[in-house]
């Protein structure tokens, strides 16, 4: 009887995305340990809205923000580079759905429309993110860290999806979703 031999590639595509996905995590997690990763940790009772980021509020931050809502919640979401009033990635929207999350309503923020609000925490996807955030004159002032710190386990960094595999989409999903109870119990003033 013989066996397959594992495909290292699929599993990397399914946990990570891509091998970009897995140097980036490696990296972030170095950047972290260093303190380089332009965190400016929260003050836990002054939380009252978490504010999800990533690049085109279309996967990460879109799926964070309408989970993490409808767990009740203060929330709110933008991207970075978004494209202002595009609705969620199609196989986000699906893959979503499977998991209870509604996405069809949800429509991106572009940085320039978010406005912040005392008691705001932003939680980023990626520590490039977080350093073009604090590189922000109006948005360098607020508590800012990573949203995979949250996740069990803890990934400090949530490689985008958008137009990888099912089966790695799923999983970063999965990952944000488990970040919710953490926050809840971390920030429970964020509750509505």
Known sequence: MTSTPPDPAGWIDARFGTTR???RLMLSYGETALGLASIRAPEADEVRRLVFVCHGNICRSAFADVAA?????????????????????????????????????????ECEAYQPQAGDLLLAMETRQLRRIAADARLAHLPRTLLGL???????????????????????????????????????????
Do not use: W
Request: aromatic fraction near 6%.
């Open 21 to 23: 996905g897995l140097v």
């Open 150 to 192: 949250y996740a069990r386990p803890a990934a400090p960094h949530l490689h985008d999806p958008y137009m990888l595999s099912d089966a790695y989409t799923r999983h970063c999903l999965q990952r944000i979703a488990s970040t919710i109870p953490l926050l809840r119990s971390h920030f429970p003033k964020a509750a509505l």
């Open 69 to 109: 809502a409808e767990a009740g919640l203060n929330t709110a979401s933008f991207g970075l580079s978004a494209v202002h009033g595009a609705p969620a990635h199609p196989p986000v929207i699906a893959l979503a759905g499977g998991m209870g999350v509604d996405l069809g309503q949800h429509r991106a923020t």
